[in-house]
Every structure is written in C-alpha cells, then in structure tokens.
C-alpha cells in the first residue's frame, strides 16, 4: 500500500465514516427520486402525445407538415450534395473535433492550475475573469 493511500485510510474518524456513510445514502436517494421523476415525466409527456394524436385536426395538420418535411428534405439533400456543401461539412466537422480535443486539454490544464495554486477563478484576458467549476456525475459502470 502506497503512502497516499495509507494516509487516507488512517484519516477515516468514526465521525468522517459517518460522514461518509450519510453521503452516500444522500446520493442514492437523490439518484432513485430523479430516476422516479424521470419515469413520471415520461409518462405525462406520453398522455399529452396521446391527447394531440386523438384530435382528428392536429392529426390532419401533422399529415400535412409530415408532407412538407419531405419536400424540405429533399431539396435539402440536393443542396448538401454540392462539392462546396460537402468540403464545408467536412471542415466543420475537422474543426468540431479539434474544439473537443482542445477543450479536453483546457479541462486538464484547468484542473493542474487548480490543484496546484488554489484558484477557484482565472483572468483569461485583461478584465475578464472566468471560475473554474468541477463537475461530477454518476456513468453506469461497465463491470458486472
């Protein structure tokens, strides 16, 4: 066991264990009322589905917008096929994943000036100040 560790099992007081206990209990409970939320919010958004599908003229007007879509996607198609459309696609997608890549590293040089200075906030440019905000959500674990 590495010091590190070591050092951070010895810092677990009855009262830190106890801290720690209780968090994780907050978390399960917010984490099962949002899933119980998110299952009530469907089914309401269902029941106003259901009610704008059952009237026979919001069901003629979607008939007619379902007609007029496929107009627009045709002539869209037609547009996006042209050789200028296509290279623009093409860069903006480039440069879509260059942003990502740069934001993943200005994520981590972030994180570095954090730790390391204490700085909760950072001048970018002369008067113009950002914070620096850390976020953690829950990803489902992919072990089993």
């Known amino acids: ?62 008939e007619k917008i379902k007609e007029a879509k496929k107009i627009a996607e045709k002539t869209k198609s037609q547009i996006e096929s042209t050789p200028a459309v296509i290279t623009a696609k093409n860069e903006a997608k480039d440069l879509t994943a260059e942003i990502k890549e740069m934001q993943k590293n200005l994520s981590n040089y972030l994180l570095k000036y954090h730790q390391l200075s204490g700085q909760n906030r950072i001048a970018v440019h002369e008067g113009e100040e950002y914070d620096i905000v850390e976020e953690a959500k829950l990803v489902k674990s992919k072990r089993r």
Not at 14 to 24: A, G, Q, R, S, Y
Not at 34 to 46: H, N, R, S, V, Y
């Open 1 to 62: 066991m590495d010091d590190k560790n070591k050092d951070a099992k010895e810092e677990k007081t009855p009262e830190k264990v106890k801290e720690i206990l209780d968090l994780e209990q907050s978390i399960k409970n917010y984490f099962d009322a949002i899933q119980a939320k998110k299952l009530e919010m469907t089914k309401q958004k269902d029941m106003v589905k259901d009610a704008l599908l059952n009237d026979q003229t919001y069901f003629n007007h979607e």
